[in-house]
């Protein structure tokens, strides 16, 4: 089956540092990577829409200075978490398309990153 | 707006049992799918019907779709204490400038009890 692998998978840091957490489809190109945030017992928010090779598309709201996202192989799209603050603290995770299943398909997860600020 | 309303939010059930989980949603879809999430890990897809398709099976699982209604129903026969997780419908839609793309409802907590 299709492989997403996300890290780290908790990073702990202080408040003004950047995080960076990448996400790599390890068995499958991946043309289109979705990224979520998820707060406790609460449903994920799609923050961006990561296209190879092109800018990503941000979710109304979402700081698209604050959350760089990068994705500049059909395997690896990364997101740094700039100057974080303990608001930022959070769970994100990273979900990819296979490219040959096209639009309407499912996606792969990564496992999730727990982002701590303090 | 928030696609993919849930109900019941928690669902607290005995080994054996039947679990059911229900999904409303409020625009036009191209298919919806229910993912199971473990906690703090991430979400694993179970089950995908289209919107042409009224009925799906995979194993224990019996997913039902009403497009009049806009709503879904995910059943869970036989229930393992191994199910035990949150579940989310989500619904894939056409968006305007990403394309398709999926809107995860708000979640059922499910506990199985031994």
């Known amino acids: 089956g299709a492989v997403v692998s996300q890290h780290p998978s908790w990073v702990i840091c202080k408040s003004g540092t950047s995080v960076k957490i990448e996400c790599r489809s390890l068995d499958f190109q991946a043309t289109t990577m979705f990224w979520y945030r998820q707060f406790p017992k609460q449903s994920l928010m799609l923050m961006a829409t990561?296209?190879?090779?092109?800018?990503?598309?941000?979710e109304q709201g979402v700081e698209k200075d604050k959350f760089l996202i990068n994705h500049a192989s059909l395997t690896l799209s990364t997101l740094t978490v700039t100057s974080a603050h303990p608001e930022d603290s959070s769970f994100y995770i990273c979900?990819?398309?296979?490219?040959?299943?096209?639009?309407?398909?499912?996606?792969?997860f990564g496992s999730g990153t727990q982002l701590s600020v303090l | 707006s928030q696609q993919g309303e849930e109900d019941p939010q928690a669902l607290s059930i005995q080994e054996g049992e039947n679990a059911t989980m229900n999904c409303s949603y409020k625009t036009s879809i191209n298919n919806l799918q229910w993912y199971r999430q473990n906690s703090g890990r991430g979400l694993v897809h179970l089950i995908l019907?289209?919107?042409?398709?009224r009925e799906k099976h995979s194993g224990r699982l019996r997913v039902t779709l009403d497009t009049s209604k806009k709503s879904s129903s995910l059943l869970i026969t036989a229930s393992r204490a191994a199910d035990t997780a949150s579940y989310f419908c989500?619904?894939?839609?056409?968006?305007?400038?990403?394309?398709?793309?999926?809107?995860f409802g708000e979640g059922t907590q499910l506990t199985v009890n031994p």
């Open positions: 019907i289209r919107s042409n398709e």
């Open positions: 989500a619904t894939d839609s056409l968006g305007e400038t990403s394309g398709s793309r999926l809107t």
């Open positions: 990561s296209n190879e090779g092109s800018k990503a598309t941000y």
């Open positions: 979900s990819a398309r296979d490219r040959h299943r096209g639009w309407g398909e499912k996606l792969f």
